[in-house]
T-cell receptor, first 115, second 115 residues
């Protein structure tokens, strides 16, 4: 089937710690992959994306590499800040009713960074 | 650009009432969609549209109607509200007409409570 599985939170880290949020997907073919971030009280916004195997998406110090061998798209950041506290969603393109534009989301991982 | 706007921000309904959630975008995007966000469930696609005059069902369409008479607007109608429709609703848009999973831009959300 089509699904996205990401590690459950909440994740609590100290400032400057290393962050990894795991994400794996099931799919036929090679869908586009995304990480979205939702800050408290706001809508989702794109953090980074990758459209083909071995692509690395990066933004604001976050990185994720499209791994077709392991069907994974893990999110990493070398040194988190308090301002990174948010909910992070992994998503993939979904061929639903013939439209590739739709997205299927993971359940989200809440990150809290303590000073 | 205002981006994607949604009204109202909050709404309380009684079971059986109907209402329309408004969504508008000023980016001339062809693709628009509605998601609902429930705790522990991530975001699930309700309906989507790949252009004016074209709509289709997503993963959880029951109890909701949509129409797309203009490129800018994509209202979501609740026909007869039920407590199970208590959720946060997000509208999103993207440039592509649904042929590829493009970056989606999200509105700030509408928090709906059905009593």
């Amino acid at each position: 089937g089509n699904s996205v599985t990401q590690m459950e939170g909440p994740v609590t880290l100290s400032e400057e710690a290393f962050l990894t949020i795991n994400c794996t997907y099931t799919a036929t073919g090679y869908p586009s992959l995304f990480w979205y971030v939702q800050y408290p009280g706001e809508g989702l916004q794109l953090l980074l994306k990758a459209t083909k195997a071995d692509d690395k998406g990066s933004n604001k110090g976050f990185e994720a590499t499209y791994r077709k061998e392991t069907t994974s798209f893990h999110l990493e950041k070398g040194s988190v800040q308090v301002s990174d506290s948010a909910v992070y969603f992994c998503a993939r393109g979904l061929n639903y009713g013939g439209s590739q534009g739709n997205l299927i989301f993971g359940k989200g991982t809440k990150l809290s960074v303590k000073p | 650009n205002a981006g994607v706007t949604q009204t109202p921000k909050f709404q309380v309904l009684k079971t059986g009432q109907s209402m329309t959630l408004q969504c508008a975008q000023d980016m001339n995007h062809e693709y628009m969609s509605w998601y609902r966000q429930d705790p522990g469930m991530g975001l699930r696609l309700i309906h989507y549209s790949v252009g004016a005059g074209i709509t289709d069902q997503g993963e959880v369409p029951n109890g909701y109607n949509v129409s797309r008479s203009t490129t800018e607007d994509f209202p979501l109608r609740l026909l007869s509200a039920a407590p199970s429709q208590t959720s946060v609703y997000f509208c999103a848009s993207s440039y592509s007409g649904g042929l590829v999973a493009d970056t989606q831009y999200f509105g700030p959300g509408t928090r709906l409570t059905v009593l």
